[in-house]
């Protein structure tokens, strides 16, 4: 079975430009989570998707952020226009339905997003 | 509001000593407790979790954690370090009476160096 994927696995792009990240989750997983990590800091949610809805999207930062999840399978997320502050590895998780899931989230490897 | 606190950026071993990383939390009602690691340049993998039942749990690689509910703890241990066990570490929380799907919250990490 495949894990979660993401693409591409690093961006650098100038402050102003658009990136778009992707993230394939788990095949049936519903739960679709889009997590931040800066350098030496916590990993902090941004929001979450169960399938094409969005669930939370209490940590994402400002509007210059959007995420969608068109029908419920793989999802995006886009910056525009991007600022320094941005710079981050950018993970997705999925998870399977509540009653099967006792939290455990399925990462994937990770967007590194380098703002100059 | 839910929080996780990892006190030490990095803790160093020698290999074949044992090694605690340590990981206090604060939540509302009971939690549900992971670690997660992550090896470099790849995604976070699930180490254990603890929802209920034996305050020791056991998890992939060796490692164990024990949670406290009376100091709101949930350190990782190893008895006998690995070289291989060098990675940074991620304690999280969830609290279970949250509603389907909710996101975990995230500690900012522990470097875990163990030296031959």
């Known amino acids: 079975e495949a894990g979660v994927t993401q693409f591409p696995s690093h961006s650098v792009i100038e402050k102003g430009q658009t990136v778009t990240l992707r993230c394939d989750p788990i095949?049936?997983?519903?739960?679709l989570y889009w997590y931040r990590r800066v350098m030496g800091k916590e990993i902090k949610f941004l929001l979450h998707?169960?399938?094409?809805?969005?669930?939370?999207e209490s940590g994402m930062p400002n509007n210059r952020f959007l995420a969608e999840r068109t029908g419920g399978t793989y999802s995006t997320l886009k910056v525009q226009p991007a600022e320094l502050e941005d710079s981050g590895v950018y993970f997705c998780?999925?998870?399977?339905?509540?009653?099967?899931?006792?939290?455990?989230?399925?990462f994937g490897e990770g967007s590194r997003l380098t703002v100059l | 509001a839910q929080s996780v606190a990892q006190p030490e950026d990095q803790v160093n071993v020698a290999e074949g000593n044992p090694l605690t990383v340590k990981c206090t939390y604060s939540v509302s009602g009971n939690p549900y407790l992971f670690w997660y690691v992550q090896y470099p340049n790849r995604g976070l993998q699930f180490l254990l979790k603890?929802?209920?039942?034996?305050?020791l749990v056991k998890g992939s690689y060796g490692f164990e954690a024990e949670f406290n509910k009376s100091q709101t703890s949930f350190h990782l241990k190893k008895p006998s370090a690995l070289v291989s066990d060098s990675a940074l570490y991620f304690c999280a929380v969830r609290a279970l009476a949250h509603q389907a799907g909710t996101a975990l919250i995230f500690g900012k990490g522990t470097t875990l160096s163990v030296s031959s």
């Open positions: 998780a999925s998870s399977p339905d509540w009653g099967t899931n006792t939290g455990e989230l399925f």
């Open positions: 998707f169960v399938k094409e809805s969005k669930q939370d």
């Open positions: 603890y929802i209920t039942g034996d305050n």
């Open positions: 095949s049936g997983h519903d739960n």
